[in-house]
């Protein structure tokens, strides 16, 4: 019994441009990994993660371990969409790691105090400039949902072209 495991950027057509996601992201994590291991991204994210219902735990290991964990995390993801190109388990744990990331980084969003005001009068919902960092968040996490899907997702089933999902028995 012999199970198949197929990610999407094997296809052809519109699923190879997928890969292009997948790079930018690897490109992304690596990034905000590296910003983590500085003091001004440590003392710039203190404020989301002790307002954070999701991660709030996390300042038991100090403003700089708290960061430490985030860039270890953000780099494990990075690698894990590297190794996902070739290996489409590690392309689902990876995209799927990166859809939670950013729906918690998303959620500060809204968690953070006086980042957004509500109002019913003019002006229903206004955010400052640390507002318009974190809605950038809203396209990574749909980036990540795209990835995960298409990693779910097979190409087809050989000659007859039907679709399959992730596993087959």
Same mark, same amino acid.
């Given at each position: 019994?012999?199970?198949?495991?197929?990610?999407?950027?094997?296809?052809?057509?519109?699923?190879?441009?997928? !890969?292009?996601? %997948?790079?930018?992201?690897?490109?992304?994590?690596?990034?905000? !990994?590296?910003?983590?291991?500085?003091?001004?991204?440590?003392?710039?994210?203190?404020?989301?993660?002790?307002?954070?219902?999701?991660?709030?735990?996390?300042?038991?290991?100090? =403003? %700089?371990?708290?960061?430490?964990?985030? !860039?270890?995390?953000?780099?494990?993801?990075?690698?894990? #969409?590297?190794?996902?190109?070739?290996? =489409?388990?590690?392309?689902?744990?990876?995209?799927?790691?990166?859809?939670?990331?950013?729906?918690?980084?998303?959620?500060?969003?809204?968690?953070?105090?006086?980042?957004?005001?509500?109002?019913?009068?003019?002006?229903?919902?206004?955010?400052?400039?640390?507002?318009?960092?974190?809605?950038?968040?809203?396209?990574?996490?749909?980036?990540?949902?795209?990835?995960?899907?298409?990693?779910?997702?097979?190409?087809?089933?050989?000659? %007859?072209?039907?679709?399959?999902?992730? #596993?087959? =028995?």
């Amino acid at each position: 019994m012999k199970t198949e495991f197929n990610i999407a950027e094997a296809g052809g057509g519109s699923y190879r441009l997928l !890969g292009i996601l %997948r790079w930018v992201m690897v490109i992304i994590f690596v990034s905000f !990994g590296m910003q983590k291991f500085t003091p001004q991204s440590a003392q710039g994210i203190a404020q989301f993660i002790a307002n954070s219902p999701f991660i709030s735990w996390l300042q038991v290991f100090g =403003p %700089r371990g708290e960061a430490y964990v985030l !860039g270890v995390t953000e780099f494990a993801i990075a690698a894990l #969409l590297i190794a996902g190109a070739f290996n =489409p388990l590690l392309s689902v744990i990876g995209a799927f790691m990166g859809v939670v990331t950013f729906a918690i980084t998303f959620s500060f969003f809204f968690t953070t105090p006086g980042v957004v005001r509500w109002s019913l009068s003019t002006d229903p919902m206004a955010w400052n400039l640390t507002g318009e960092f974190l809605f950038k968040d809203v396209v990574l996490l749909a980036v990540c949902v795209v990835l995960l899907l298409a990693s779910l997702r097979g190409r087809g089933n050989g000659a %007859r072209g039907e679709g399959r999902w992730m #596993l087959k =028995p």
